[in-house]
């Protein structure tokens, strides 16, 4: 089955700390795309990619890092300069074979919570 | 700047009714699409329905159908026949161009369903 995972589900940090959401997809996309989602709200765009080894910042990049080593990979760091970093994270991939009318497919999401 | 206005916060329907979802955009490009997206309590966002700007006819997907009204701007979901299942957070949304952020969605603030058994 084709499709896109994130992990892990639930992800507890400490103070000061790092840490790493992964975010895998097999459906062959192009793009890839960090959205961060707080409680009652809309989603906003972290970071994308549109190609390997290329990445551009979102509206609220801030405190966030990303890489795209492989096609299928879009990890996402939460760094200590993210000061309000509580949220869920969902992940997304597209095609960019059709502009604005391609579908973005979402994984399951990472709920981080700030000890 | 493209933008996504959902004025139903939240929603009740009796189970086995119909109900509509309302979505109104604002847009300056002729060629966009928009996205009808359901999230339940566990969080993941599961699409359910696409309309391109130039498409003719309504969509459709199972329960699903989408009231698009070009000129009024607005698409709204439509949900037959409502089940137990269908209680979830509904968001509308439209993708940017490619040019402007990767062609990130825009989405609206959400309605949340409630089905009634």
């Known amino acids: 089955d084709g499709g896109i995972t994130q992990s892990p589900k639930y992800l507890f940090r400490k103070e000061g700390q790092n840490v790493t959401l992964s975010c895998e997809q097999n459906?062959?996309?192009?793009?890839m795309y960090w959205y961060r989602q707080d409680p009652g709200q809309g989603l906003r765009l972290i970071y994308y990619?549109?190609?390997?080894?290329?990445?551009q910042k979102g509206d609220i990049a801030e405190g966030y890092s990303v890489s795209r080593e492989k096609k299928e990979s879009f990890p996402l760091t939460v760094t200590s300069a993210q000061k309000n970093p509580t949220a869920f994270y969902l992940c997304?991939?597209?095609?960019?074979?059709?502009?604005?009318?391609?579908?973005?497919?979402f994984g399951p999401g990472t709920r981080l919570t700030v000890l | 700047a493209q933008k996504i206005t959902q004025t139903q916060p939240g929603m009740f329907v009796q189970e086995k009714e119909a109900v509509t979802l309302d979505c109104t955009y604002d847009?300056?490009?002729?060629?966009?699409?928009l996205f009808w997206y359901k999230q339940p309590s566990s969080g993941e966002m599961i699409f359910l329905i696409y309309?391109?700007?130039?498409?003719?006819q309504n969509a459709t997907e199972g329960r699903y159908s989408l009231n698009f009204q070009k000129a009024r701007k607005s698409a709204n979901l439509v949900i037959s026949a409502s089940q137990l299942g269908d209680s979830a957070m509904y968001f509308c949304?439209?993708?940017?161009?490619?040019?402007?952020?990767?062609?990130?969605?825009?989405f609206g603030q959400g309605t949340e369903l409630s089905v009634k058994p």
């Open positions: 847009t300056s490009d002729q060629s966009y699409g």
């Open positions: 949304a439209m993708r940017e161009p490619f040019y402007n952020q990767g062609g990130k969605l825009i």
């Open positions: 309309q391109g700007s130039y498409d003719e």
């Open positions: 990619s549109q190609i390997v080894n290329d990445f």
């Open positions: 997304a991939s597209s095609t960019l074979a059709g502009g604005s009318t391609d579908t973005q497919y």
């Open positions: 459906l062959n996309h192009d793009a």
